[in-house]
Antibody
Framework: QVQLQESGPGLVKSSETLSLTCSVS??????????WSWIRQPAGKGLEWIGR???????NYNPSLNSRVTISVDTSKSHFSLKLNSVTAADTAVYYC????????????WGQGAPVTVSS | DIQMTQSPSSLSASVGDSVTITCRAS??????LNWYQQKPGKAPKLLIY???SLQRGVPSRFSGTGSGTDFTLTISSLQPEDFATYYC?????????FGGGTKVEIK
């Protein structure tokens, strides 16, 4: 059983960098069956996959955000992080961290979600 | 990117009804299709993976079928706790993509 908890500022100014951290407990962040992922959801809209990182630091990003996003992992602190730079109002959303189980290929555990508003 | 199209975008049904939601992929994704349920203010919850496998703890009234480009989620006897939004998601390749969602409302 994995528990995930997002943390970070709920308000970010336009053109600045959104930074969130997801703390992982209950299972090892170093497990080789998981990719640690970020997904976002604007209010009243659908889900968008942002990207993922493995315990070794290998990453995959959504090309729609590729140039602005960085996902990293710190296994010593049992957390992984999201940085999204040059944010605009379009980046206002609830940001979820989730575990991608690579063998059956699904998101099995999710954080509760962190609402982030980009202000001008 | 693989586009996932769900229909309908919303539906109204009564407790005890059987409902079917459709998801179509823009190219073949074999059986790599997952279904999630999301309630307001909550994270999505996995229901079905690889098109037809029921996740542990999910009631058997939920079922999934399909392969290639066309998939369905069926709820055989709608219960009050099933009123929610349902999303399909392809796990065939990155970028991972979701359908637009189907909101199941009480008639």
């Amino acid at each position: 059983q994995v528990q995930l908890q997002e943390s970070g500022p709920g308000l970010v100014k336009s053109s600045e960098t959104l930074s969130l951290t997801c703390s992982v407990s209950g299972d090892s962040i170093s497990s080789d069956i998981y990719y640690w992922s970020w997904i976002r959801q604007p209010a009243g809209k659908g889900l968008e996959w942002i990207g993922r990182v493995s315990a070794s630091g290998s990453t995959n990003y959504n090309p729609s955000l590729n140039s602005r996003v960085t996902i990293s992992v710190d296994t010593s602190k049992s957390h992984f992080s999201l940085k999204l730079n040059s944010v605009t109002a379009a980046d206002t959303a609830v940001y979820y961290c989730a575990s991608w189980n690579a063998v059956p290929r699904y998101f099995d555990y999710w954080g509760q979600g962190a609402p982030v508003t980009v202000s001008s | 990117d693989i586009q996932m199209t769900q229909s309908p975008s919303s539906l109204s049904a009564s407790v005890g009804d059987s409902v079917t939601i459709t998801c179509r992929a823009s190219q073949s994704i074999r059986i790599y299709l997952n279904w999630y349920q999301q309630k307001p203010g909550k994270a999505p919850k996995l229901l079905i993976y690889t098109a037809s496998s029921l996740q542990r703890g999910v009631p058997s009234r939920f079922s999934g079928t399909g392969s290639g480009t066309d998939f369905t989620l069926t709820i055989s006897s709608l219960q009050p706790e099933d009123f929610a939004t349902y999303y399909c998601q392809q796990s065939y390749t990155t970028p991972l993509t979701f359908g637009g969602g189907t909101k199941v409302e009480i008639k």
